[in-house]
């Protein structure tokens, strides 16, 4: 159908500048490396060239490509948006190009040049490339997008994320094109080799694909015309052309019809996906399981890379099939997408996904394939249809992801017989009226398809086509419009199917200069286009633009007109060179595009936007809002090509022009009226509009000198600088032709409209109000309303504009008659009331409590009126219904196009936690409507004032569950950081953005870092918390191994020099024993202190086992050979220093797999360190995320350390899991969890007691069956012959029994299921002794032959058992109270028995038998003695002894069961820093050490009583840990000084434990008491320490680190939210009720360590200097645990007007601000260099420098005096945000005062002002006035206020009686409309002279009376009620 566009010659617009346009990729691809690569492979020899990976590729590729050649290209350019963030205000522009092998991601705007972004560069040419965006999803409820740039191979998709992820998805058949959808990518099937199954059914075309690790799906369809529902789309002869994300919509292409469908893309319903699963094979889809196995078991014949890379040996064919089947099918189809994203580390093994698919594979044999072509290859391989068929039984279908559903077909008529092509573009796009069209090009017509969306938003329905003749189009979206390039080669702008006007382009010739003569004869027949003068522009202003009827208005297209297209020039009698046309448009971003022209050049240029001001904009989208469509389509497009005209008025500005445009269209000659033919000079009207294309002025003119001298600018300037001759401006006055009647034209097109436009646009003056940064702009729509005003003869408005503006109206006095009959026509909407509707005086009603009417709004334009208007009807009317379901009775919309008003439907309140009171409900539902400060800040001061006043309210005790926004809007920013670091709880700093709690490591420190690895130690933090001492640099300075010792030795005369170095050499070894036990202690003072850098190894302190000698510091070494040395002495000590390197990795810090491995030491000497790095990475947790053939790699090195190391680490990461990969890994180390008939493995025993430990830790509290059997036998494991197990037998023992009570921990007698095992009989028996019990079960084979070497017959070897059994039975019955059980464990009260038993198993069962009575566990000496039996107790202290008892053993029972019990109350009171349990185990402490010392020594031994005292200071050093104690300290100190006599290994490491547990983590973590944490204290702190460095007999060391699982972190830090700085805070915590105390509430100072969660009840900051904040944990422990687990940080806010406690530790400063507070009598003011002790807030300080000093000698000091008063009152009533208010308050009186005051606008203010006030003293609510504003300042504003108006009425009675009786009259002054406004005098023009003079006489007659006016106003209703029995209206007070 051939189609024409009535074409508009006389508009053009003019577009912007041309810019030559060449993609930024292009040139960069020519200086890629990628290039230089080709090159240099040219160079190699071929032979070279073959042993290159992937060489056939390669030489191909090499023949192919030349350099020089221009590579195949294509782009696309997008408009840019910040990763993560909104759209940038700036304009920047996104290209991705394409070329060869590469991909370029470039950026760059009109500011900065372009750069790239990322580049890419892949193995084979690359076919396709483009953005998508991917759904992650993050939790159960949301996702986030994840952007990513998807190149398309001929094998392969690469997907590389923004975030640096990088996937490669094999491709299981070749791929025609992708396409971006909202759900990911969409793959079409190349239809070259079409699949078809066995049954001969054609297989699916498009695939989807909703994240790289997904696998492959096909699209199912649901076509209109088919009624048996979904299918498979397998439609080979349909065509993806385009698709769009939103909506999310498809243009497909039936090649065999000819026709263009548009479908709806949406994921699949469940009943549909299984629909299709279930469809019986006899439909015409496909079988499922056929597909499936050819989609999964693709063979080499149907890989995408065709037959050049078929393998040619059977063999290597069917191997690489059969492991690509493996691996594909063991996937999880359907379930791999639930956990597949956000899996980064599966991107390497999706690579590995398809060696039988990607070309580099087997690309070495493809160079003699070349020309192998076989039928086969055409589908699956005959010998491979064989395999499928066996597997399809098992098969799992794929599951389809989404599903298309047709939604529109192209009609096919009679006339479209032959089948049309496919469409070359396709593109949305919208028009000025926000109508929406699908457009796609076909041949050389545009077809446009317009949509709308169902009212539930959930359809799209298609309604009409229309055709436009185009050789090209393109969408410029941000200003609804699209270009066409037509035929002829002319461009043209439409605004959907509107033809808008041509586009002229400067330094184009347009395509008439183009063609010469005849070149495009046609059919048609020529018309002479119209002459150039008129086919540019007029050259005369705008303002004289002809009358615009109803023919000349470009029309939509629907109604497809005949008239012909214009195809000939009127130059054809000249010829000019041929120059180039524009052949094609592309690359549209925004409003820009690409022209393309035809000899190759292409150009950018810009089309112009419709507008940029923000008032015209208003005024356009109410003018587009009330109109009809047609009629505003046409309004927009009149003024379009307006403001666009090439060459146009040069100077005007744009509102002027829009002024005229208006005008002239409701039928106004705008030459006639005075104020709008002097706008053309006019420029100050606002400083917001400014001109857009401003050129200098052509020239001047008489008449605009007068205008000058006329205008309000001229008369201000004239009241400041003394008058001027003036008698220009009467004349002009007088002489103006303003009296002239002008006739306004009623056949213009919006005549009819003038009534409801003027409406509107009054409505959006009024919004204007309510904007400070827009009220200018309110005077500049002044005038335009005044005329159409005067007009329609409103004189209610009139009066309103003028007591608004009085000295602006006052001099305009044009008026155009209309005629009644004219007016007549008019369509007069019911909404337009006599009384105009003004949001202030509604404001003001409300203040009053008068009823109000709903006031009108424009939905989306008057968006602040609406809010503002609700706010003030939920908060003074106090409707808490006001913003739901009452919306109506405060708020009516006017409906668009013309029609009566309708109630806004309502829209309840986000529901928010919290918020009783009125003033919370305010501040909630104004956040849910995206109201901030900075819209609060621009709100007037008086309308704001009732918000303010809720904020202050909510500010005080905001609840902890309000969101960010909330916080923000109040300005509590301490609440918004920690809502804001809620959501990020995983984010990479621990500390949070900004916040950094350490200084960070400047090169110095690096040094020192390498030195000890404590150099970040040294923080703020800990300044804070320890600031009057260096005690952290002392510790720092015991615990550090790196440096050499000093040895100290006396050469004595007798002493030979070679004896002296010897003896030199054994006090260095002595030393050496302390240095090797340093690192256990550093790993807990430094745990979780560092976030290591990814990029570089973790540093790793060297353990240095030299020393220097004094005076002259010569070194000493061991390895000289002087003195024998154990061998492997350091290996457990290296093992140590990598834990202590480890554990300093903070748990949030980002660690993956590969750093982990990347940090494994080249030197084999290194290893035993990286075993324990290994562990230590497990404590913390990170070991989970290393990958298990990494796992496996480490374990079958067979290394003995790395085995421990990992094995513990990967148990105590999966602590209490029961995963059963770990489960398998331990099992293959512990004989007795294998089966009997498995081979024997020769696992060193070390490793197994580790396994057999972490058994226990991954089974923690699980009381598994099997496990716990398996366990309680070997506990008692009896040797094995061939010296099995025979070494070391107490350390498994010990590992089994702590395993075990793991396994059932604090389960007591409730062990399910384990009744027959008699647990706790066997482990009393494994204590005391007895014979042996027969072997359950598998075991039993295990042990039958004895041991040759140990004779131990059936007894059980209770030396042995007995430590695993104690402790087992102790974790078992863990806080029990089980007294049965205790007195098992009591120790024994005869001498006959105390000699039966190891002194330190005495300890043990004392410190077992403490825990399980965990509750009697008292912190004082009494208590602890008394666990000491009668017997010992009695003839401890006695002189006679009886001659059974042996003193030694007496002594030695005594001091292990007094040791055992003070242990008990160090785990009863962990971490609690209880005083009581402090002092008494201090005094244990100091006695042992006493008798260390003493001459008793001898008789309990030095190493008991050493074990003794090492197990109290433990002890003591646990209650206090974390605090630091200075005591402890010292004893700890003093310990570490001891290196001689009996101090050995175990003892040093024992006191190097005690010190870091006291400064656990710096002093940020601490233990706690929780049963996991006792067990894994137990395990820690097992009371025998190694004799020697080599010695795990007893213990296994490792265990010594487990306890890090004990720490947790507890300090809190507050950190203001100002600085970012830690300070001290006042806290109060109250401690939940429990049986020893009631609910308490304690006063600290933190920084501080918090008791254990679960016994407070609440945290709270006190006031009074910062803004009181309380955590309620009665709730929820959630919140403060997050806060904890990041550094503690705890944001506070200082209040106005205090200083910090570091500044001001004991308030004096502050004591100042009370002593004002007292004396505020009158206003009160300070010196302005006081302000700095009141408040350190910088805006303050900065005003007080600037205004409140008198520094220069110019400012008034009445003045100065001023502004020092309203600074101490914000600042001593902690208000500042008050101080603006304070300032425009005094302001507005001043300008009242001095008369002024042009506009009423701040007078308005302060009215709203004191009317709030007033209202709140007539309520009786005390308020925060007194503190909001101060009650004296009002008082002296108010009585300011009142005294000048009175002044003035007293002055000019007459002028107000003339208001009264005649109206507004041009020579009335603005201070009479400051008296109307300020005493609320309503308007009254309509009222009758007899009214008039009523009014005005009842005001004289109380004159006399003294009365206030608003008593009067008050009164008025009453005395002007009309008599009973009369009907008429009264007079409404605004």
């Not at 392969?156 to 994320?161: F, G, I, Y």
């Not at 522009?537 to 109604?559: C, F, G, H, I, W």
């Not at 009259?1865 to 009523?1894: G, K």
Request: with cysteine; net charge negative.
């Amino acid at each position: 159908m051939s189609e024409v566009v009535f074409e508009e010659t006389a508009t053009m617009i003019a577009a912007g500048e041309l810019q030559s346009f060449v993609p930024f990729g292009r040139d960069h691809c020519r200086n890629h490396p990628n290039a230089f690569n080709l090159q240099l492979r040219q160079l190699q020899p071929a032979s070279e060239l073959w042993a290159l990976e992937g060489a056939a590729g390669l030489v191909g590729s090499l023949q192919e490509v030349t350099l020089h050649e221009r590579l195949q290209e294509s782009w696309q350019l997008r408009h840019g948006s910040v990763v993560g963030g909104a759209e940038e205000e700036a304009e920047f522009e996104e290209e991705l190009y394409t070329a060869g092998n590469t991909v370029v991601w470039s950026r760059g705007s009109r500011a900065e040049a372009s750069s790239v972004y990322k580049a890419f560069t892949v193995d084979t040419p690359v076919q396709q490339a483009l953005w998508c965006n991917f759904a992650v999803p993050q939790s159960k409820k949301d996702g986030c997008l994840e952007q990513t740039v998807c190149i398309l191979q001929s094998s392969c998709v690469n997907v590389h994320s923004v975030t640096g992820k990088d996937f490669i998805s094999p491709l299981p058949f070749q791929v025609s094109h992708l396409w971006a959808t909202a759900f990911g990518l969409l793959l079409e099937r190349k239809n070259s080799d079409p699949l078809t199954s066995p049954t001969g059914e054609s297989l699916p075309t498009v695939f989807s694909m909703l994240h790289p690790l997904d696998e492959v799906a096909p699209v199912v369809w649901r076509p209109a015309a088919v009624s048996e529902g979904v299918q498979y789309m397998c439609d080979s002869s349909l065509k993806l052309v385009f698709s769009s994300l939103q909506p999310s919509i498809l243009l497909c292409f039936d090649t065999t019809r000819g026709t263009h469908s548009i479908w709806a893309l949406r994921t699949v319903t469940p009943q549909e996906r299984s629909a299709v699963v279930r469809c019986p094979p006899d439909q015409s889809s496909l079988a499922p399981g056929f597909f499936t196995s050819h989609l999964r078991n693709a063979s080499p014949l149907d890989s995408p890379s065709g037959p050049a890379t078929t393998s040619s040996s059977p063999l290597q064919y069917t191997a690489l099939r059969g492991h690509h089947n493996r691996i594909m099918t063991s996937s999880p189809g359907a379930h791999s997408r639930v956990h597949s994203p956000s899996i980064s580390n599966m991107a390497a093994l999706s690579r590995s996904h398809s060696p039988g698919m990607a070309a580099p594979s087997f690309s070495g044999a493809s160079r003699f394939n070349e020309s192998f072509h076989s039928p086969c290859s055409r589908g699956p391989s005959p010998n491979s249809t064989s395999n499928d068929t066996l597997l399809l039984p098992e098969m799992e279908p794929i599951l389809p992801d989404l599903c298309m559903e047709q939604l529109w077909t192209e009609p096919t008529g009679p006339s479209t017989r032959r089948s049309s092509p496919k469409a070359s573009k396709v593109f949305l796009t919208s028009d000025f009226c926000q109508n929406n069209f699908l457009c796609f090009l076909v041949e050389t017509q545009l077809r446009c398809v317009k949509f709308i969306q169902s009212n539930d938003l959930s359809r799209l329905i298609f309604t009409s086509v229309t055709n436009i003749p185009a050789s090209d189009a393109a969408p410029l979206q941000s200003i609804n419009a699209m270009l066409i390039l037509e035929a002829s080669g002319s461009l043209v702008l439409y605004t959907g199917t509107t033809r808008v006007s041509k586009v002229f382009v400067a330094g184009l010739l347009s395509p008439s200069f183009v063609r010469s003569g005849h070149a495009h004869q046609s059919s048609h027949t020529h018309q002479p286009d119209t002459p150039l003068a008129s086919a540019s522009t007029p050259a005369a202003p705008t303002n004289r633009l002809p009358r615009l009827d109803q023919a000349a208005m470009p029309s939509p297209l629907s109604e497809l007109r005949g008239s012909k297209h214009h195809q000939t020039s009127w130059l054809e009698d000249y010829s000019f060179p041929q120059s180039p046309a524009v052949q094609a448009l592309g690359d549209p971003v925004s409003n820009r595009i690409t022209l393309e022209l035809s000899n190759g050049t292409m150009f950018r240029v810009s089309i112009p936007e419709i507008c940029t001001s923000t008032l015209v904009r208003k005024c356009l989208q109410a003018i587009r809002f009330i109109l009809p469509k047609d009629a505003a389509m046409k309004v927009l497009v009149k003024w379009y090509n307006t403001y666009n005209a090439p060459g146009g008025p040069s100077s005007h500005a744009e509102w002027n022009q829009f002024v005229t445009c208006f005008l002239s269209l409701l039928g106004y000659n705008t030459e006639r009226l005075a104020w709008t033919r002097n706008l053309c000079v006019e420029v100050p009207l606002s400083p917001v509009i400014a001109a857009k294309k401003a050129r200098p002025s052509d020239g001047g003119s008489d008449e605009d000198w007068e205008y000058l001298l006329a205008s309000q600018y001229h008369r201000q300037y004239q009241s400041v600088c003394g008058p001027m001759e003036s008698a220009p401006v009467v004349t002009t006055e007088k002489d103006a032709p303003t009296t002239v009647c002008v006739c306004v034209d009623s056949s213009a097109p919006l005549f009819s409209f003038l009534p409801s436009l003027f409406y509107v646009l009054h409505l959006v003056y009024q919004e204007l109000q309510l904007d400070d940064l827009l009220r200018a702009t309110a005077l500049t729509l002044l005038p335009l309303l005044q005329q159409l005003a005067r007009d329609l003869q409103l004189e209610q408005y009139i009066d309103l504009y003028w007591r608004d503006y009085p000295e602006f109206i006052s001099n305009f006095n044009d008026s155009c008659l209309i005629d009644q009959a004219l007016i007549g026509q008019m369509v007069r909407p019911s909404y337009l009331k006599a009384e105009p509707p003004s949001v202030l005086g509604w404001f003001s009603s409300c203040l009053w409590g008068e009823e109000v009417p709903p006031f009108p709004f424009l939905p989306g334009i008057c968006e602040r009126t609406r809010l503002l208007i609700l706010s003030y009807a939920l908060y003074i009317v106090g409707d808490v219904d006001a913003t739901s379901s009452n919306l109506h009775k405060y708020l009516t919309k006017l409906s668009a196009g013309m029609c009566a008003c309708v109630c806004v439907p309502g829209s309840s309140v986000v529901d928010q936690p919290g918020g009783s009171s009125l003033a919370e409900k305010l501040i909630l539902w104004l956040s849910s409507s995206g109201f901030t400060l900075k819209d609060l800040e621009s709100v007037p001061f008086g309308v704001a004032l009732p918000i303010r006043e809720a904020i202050y309210r909510c500010r005080e005790q905001p609840y902890s569950d309000w969101s960010e926004e909330v916080c923000l809007l109040i300005g509590r920013q301490d609440l918004t950081k920690q809502a804001h670091k809620m959501s990020l709880a995983n984010t990479k700093t621990s500390v949070g953005s900004g916040v950094s709690l350490e200084p960070s490591s400047s090169s110095s420190t690096e040094a020192d870092e390498e030195e000890d690895g404590m150099s970040d130690i040294s923080g703020e933090v800990s300044g804070l918390i320890w600031s009057q001492d260096q005690r952290v640099e002392e510790v720092r300075r015991l615990l550090q191994s790196s440096r050499p010792v000093r040895v100290r030795v006396q050469q004595l005369p007798e002493v030979s020099d070679h004896d002296f170095i010897e003896e030199k050499e054994n006090k260095l070894l002595q030393l050496c024993q302390r240095t090797m036990s340093l690192p256990v202690g550093r790993g807990l003072f430094s745990l979780f202190s560092y976030q290591p850098v990814p990029t570089q190894p973790l540093p790793v302190p060297k353990l240095n086992l030299t020393g220097r000698a004094p005076p002259r510091s010569t070194m000493v070494d061991l390895s000289s050979g002087n003195i024998d040395v154990p061998a492997n002495m350091t290996s457990w000590s290296s093992f140590h220093n990598g834990v202590a390197a480890g554990l300093k990795i903070a748990p949030a810090s980002q660690v993956d797999s590969a750093w982990i491995a990347y940090n494994k030491p080249k030197s084999p000497e290194l290893a035993n360190e990286y075993a324990g790095f290994l562990m230590a990475l497990g404590l913390n947790g990170h070991l989970t995320k290393l990958a298990t053939l990494n796992i496996h790699d480490y374990l079958t090195k067979g290394h003995e350390m790395t085995s421990i190391g990992l094995l513990l680490g990967v148990s105590s990461a999966k602590l209490g899991t029961m995963d059963m990969s770990i489960t398998r890994l331990l099992s293959i180390h512990i004989p007795a969890l294998l089966p009997p008939t498995s081979t024997e493995l020769d696992v060193p025993h070390n490793v197994q007691v580790a396994a057999v430990l972490g058994i226990g830790l991954v089974y923690q509290g699980t009381g598994h069956r099997h496990n716990a059997e398996v366990l309680l036998a070997e506990i008692g494991r009896p040797p094995g012959p061939e010296m099995e197990y025979c070494t070391d037998r107490e350390s498994y023992s010990l590992a089994a029994g702590l395993a075990l009570g793991m396994v059932c921990l604090g389960h007591g007698s409730s062990l399910v299921g384990m009744t027959d095992l008699n647990v706790p009989e066997q482990l009393y028996q494994y204590m005391v002794g007895g014979h042996r019990r027969p072997q359950p079960g598998c075991s039993r084979d295990r042990h039958k032959s004895p041991s040759y070497q140990i004779k131990e017959g059936d007894s059980i070897n209770v030396d042995v058992t007995c430590p695993g059994a104690t402790l087992a039975l102790a974790m078992i019955y863990l806080k029990t109270n089980n007294r049965s059980i205790a007195d098992w464990l009591k120790a024994p009260d005869t001498m006959f028995l105390l000699d039966f038993i190891k002194p330190e198993f005495l300890l043990l069962r004392s410190l077992a038998r403490c825990i399980i009575m965990w509750d009697e566990i008292l912190p004082d000496a009494d208590w602890v003695r008394s666990n000491v039996p009668q017997i010992i107790q009695e003839n401890i202290g006695s002189a006679g002894v009886a001659e059974d008892v042996t003193m030694e053993t007496l002594a030695q029972a005594h001091d292990y069961i007094i040791a055992g019990a003070c242990l008990a109350v160090g785990f009863r009171f962990a971490g609690s820093s209880n005083s009581e349990a402090f002092e008494c185990l201090y005094s244990f402490c100091r006695s042992f050490m006493k008798t260390l010392t003493s001459s008793t020594a001898a008789v309990t031994g030095h190493y008991n009583l050493q074990t003794c005292l090492s197990m109290v200071l433990l002890a003591v050093s646990m209650v206090m840990c974390g605090s630091g104690d200075l005591r402890v300290l010292q004893l700890c100190r003093f310990l570490h000084k001891r290196t001689g006599g009996e101090m050995n290994y175990g003892f040093h490491m024992a006191h190097h434990m005690a010190l870091g547990i006291l400064f656990l983590g710096r002093g940020r973590l601490s233990l706690n008491t929780s049963n996991s944490a006792i067990a894994a204290l137990l395990c820690a702190l097992y009371p025998h320490y190694p004799a020697h460095s080599t010695d795990n007999r007893y213990h296994l060391q490792a265990l010594r680190h487990l306890v890090v699982l004990a720490a947790q972190p507890r300090l809190l830090v507050p950190v203001d939210v100002d600085t970012l700085k830690p300070c001290y805070a006042l806290l109060d915590l109250t401690y939940k009720e429990s049986q020893w105390y009631e609910e308490t509430t304690v006063e600290i100072m933190a920084p501080t360590l918090l008791p254990e969660l679960h016994l407070l009840q609440q945290v709270k900051v006190k006031g009074p200097r910062y803004w009181e904040l309380s955590i309620d944990l009665s709730k929820d422990t959630q919140h403060l645990r997050s806060i904890l687990s990041r550094d503690g940080v705890l944001y506070v806010k200082l209040r106005a007007g205090r200083l910090p406690y570091k500044e001001d530790p004991q308030g004096w400063k502050s004591l100042l601000s009370s002593k004002v507070n007292q004396h505020s009598s009158k206003l009160q003011a300070f010196k302005p260099e006081d302000i700095s002790t009141f408040t350190s807030d910088a805006a303050l300080v900065s005003f007080s420098e600037l205004f409140c000093k008198d520094s220069t000698g110019t400012k008034q000091v009445e003045e100065v005096r001023w502004f020092s008063s309203m600074l101490t009152e914000c600042v001593t009533q902690e208000t500042p945000e008050m101080l603006p208010t304070y300032i425009a308050l005094e302001q507005a009186v001043r300008s009242l005062q001095g008369g002024s005051l042009g506009h009423t606008f701040p007078l308005w203010q302060v009215r709203l002002v004191l009317e709030l006030v007033e209202r709140r003293a007539l309520q009786g609510v005390p308020g925060p006035y007194s503190i909001l504003l101060s009650s004296e300042f009002l008082s002296v504003i108010h009585s300011m206020a009142d005294i000048t108006i009175e002044t003035w009425h007293n002055d000019n009675r007459c002028v107000l009686g003339s208001y009264l009786r005649e109206g507004v009259s041009a020579n009335q002054n603005s201070m009479l409309a400051c008296f109307l406004v300020y005493c609320a005098l309503p308007s009254m023009p309509q009222a009758s002279a007899e009214e008039r003079a009523r009014v005005g006489n009842m005001l004289m007659s109380f004159a006399p009376l003294g009365l206030p006016f608003r008593e009067l106003l008050r009164l008025a209703p009453v005395l002007l009620a009309p008599p009973p029995g009369s009907v008429s209206q009264p007079l409404s007070v605004s």
